[in-house]
């Protein structure tokens, strides 16, 4: 028979007489109740019996204790440190396994702290040394029978044990998380319209949670004030048209709005000094009353627009115009390059409309009017200029604006714009320019009739013909259908 073997069958031995003294006759001498006490089963360790009081596990306790967080842990009345021990041979591990105990910093995990330790045998004494935390919050091995000197069980029902409570974070507070901070997003939804569109700018919310707790602040580990649950929105904000953010002429502005008011965010990127607004995912977290909301405002030029930190969802009906179905009409409309001759004077002239933009804000005019919407036509490939061999003995044209470029909507009606900004026929240096119409949001189409027409005058007195007149290209239209 191997030793191991023998090991086996001696301790089964043992724990039989082990339990027939725990269980046996209770004897009644001189009115006192005596009750015979158990035995210790064996304890091996690399084949060894050992002492089985284990007098080394108080000092593997101690350290477990000295390690625990004033504050941060919570322990069960039945609280210590058990050996894991073969069932078999009776061989322990050099791993304690120490609690039920519950941290902050882990409240969902197992009640076991895992202590390793380094053992050496002499004479059946067991030393220790290089105790020290392998895993926080584990679970005691399946194959393996907790043992303790004193025949104390594990304690039942001890995964039922309750996490301690955080420190309470100031009421309604609001912040951006750093590297020093990190959280576990509970609850987590991924919005469906969770996006905000605004004048060269996008946030986009890719998660929302609750929060249980914050580490990582001054205090440590931080919870919610009382009556107050901690809100988390994790986004993205993106430059759009291959514009940076901080270039804008109206910088956006970010804060999160509670029922106790407004609190300003930055959301710049400080690393080396820089000041725009960060490209990384961003996380925000708020302290709100249980059960209601806060929303995210970003604001731009006076007008806000808001997310919920409950659901990432938009809440705000402002700028409704870069929600639409496409904000981008592709046209290619070309007015080809044509010459009109007017006796010894000669103008040429082609331009592309290349497309419409549909949107609430105008860089140059602002937002627009509430129920209204810009519709900005841009123009490219302008040429436009004196032609023929007289062109040096005349003045630059002048364009009357008015009459070559209308715009009437679908029902017909004008549709007044601005003729300070740059019409299509001006300026050929320009390799891009916009007209702007603030148009109702109900329009469904815009009719666009272009026929380029201005006056000339010479700038000498030589035998021109004629020395004055006016100048008309042939007209040409086209439709814009502006979408839902």
């Known amino acids: 028979m191997s030793k191991a073997s023998q090991r086996s069958g001696q301790s089964k031995a043992q724990i039989a007489r082990c339990y027939a003294a725990r269980v ?35 000092q593997i306790e101690d350290q477990w204790r000295n390690d625990l967080g004033q504050g941060t842990s919570s322990t069960g009345d039945k609280a210590g440190c058990w050996l894991a021990r073969d069932k078999d041979t009776d061989e322990f591990d050099r791993t304690a396994f120490c609690g039920p105990v519950r941290h902050l910093e882990r409240p969902d995990a197992g009640v076991w702290d895992a202590y390793s330790f380094d053992a050496t045998v002499s004479d059946k004494s067991v030393t220790v040394d290089n105790i020290g935390l392998k895993e926080m919050g584990t679970a005691f091995p399946a194959n393996r029978q907790a043992y303790r000197a004193d025949g104390a069980d594990l304690p039942k029902n001890a995964d039922q044990l309750a996490a301690p409570k955080a420190p309470p974070l100031p009421a309604g507070y609001v912040k951006r998380l750093g590297s020093e901070n990190s959280i576990e997003l509970k609850d987590r939804t991924v919005p469906k319209a969770g996006k905000i569109i605004a004048p060269n700018l ?109 659901t990432g969802e938009r809440t705000s009906t402002t700028a409704a115009g870069y929600y639409r179905s496409s904000t981008t009409v592709a046209l290619n409309k070309q007015f080809p390059t044509t010459q009109v001759t007017v006796g010894s004077f000669a103008v040429r002239h082609g331009v592309t409309f290349s497309k419409a933009d549909i949107v609430p804000f105008n860089p140059t005019a602002g937002w627009a009017k509430p129920g209204k919407i810009w519709l900005q036509l841009t123009c490219t490939n302008v040429d436009y200029d004196k032609a023929g061999p007289n062109d040096w003995r005349y003045h630059r044209p002048v364009i009357n604006i008015s009459k070559s470029i209308t715009f009437t909507d679908d029902k017909g009606v004008k549709i007044p714009y601005n003729e300070k900004d740059l019409p299509c026929l001006q300026d050929s240096y320009l390799t891009e320019r916009t007209v702007s119409l603030e148009i109702p949001e109900s329009t469904r189409s815009v009719r666009v009739n272009y026929a380029p027409t201005g006056s000339f005058s010479a700038a000498d007195t030589g035998e021109l013909f004629p020395k004055s007149g006016t100048f008309a290209f042939k007209p040409m239209t086209f439709t814009v259908t502006i979408p839902k």
């Open 202 to 310: 996008q946030v986009t919310v890719t998660d929302v949670g609750r929060v249980d707790t914050i580490s990582g602040e001054a205090d440590g580990i931080m919870g919610p004030a009382d009556g107050e649950e901690l809100r988390a929105i994790v986004l993205t904000v993106e430059a759009k048209r291959g514009e940076s953010s901080s270039s804008l002429d109206t910088p956006p502005v970010f804060s999160i709005q509670t029922q106790k008011g407004r609190k300003a965010l930055d959301l710049t990127d400080k690393t080396f000094g820089g000041t725009a607004i960060t490209s990384e995912p961003i996380t925000i977290i708020a302290g709100v009353p249980n059960g209601q909301d806060a929303e995210l405002v970003v604001g731009v030029a006076g007008i806000d627009q808001t997310l919920s930190l409950r």
């Open 24 to 58: 046996g006759t209770a004897v009644l001498l001189s009115a006192a109740v005596v009750t015979l006490a158990a035995c210790s089963p064996s304890l091996q360790l690399d084949g060894h019996e050992v002492d089985s009081k284990a007098p080394f596990l108080k």
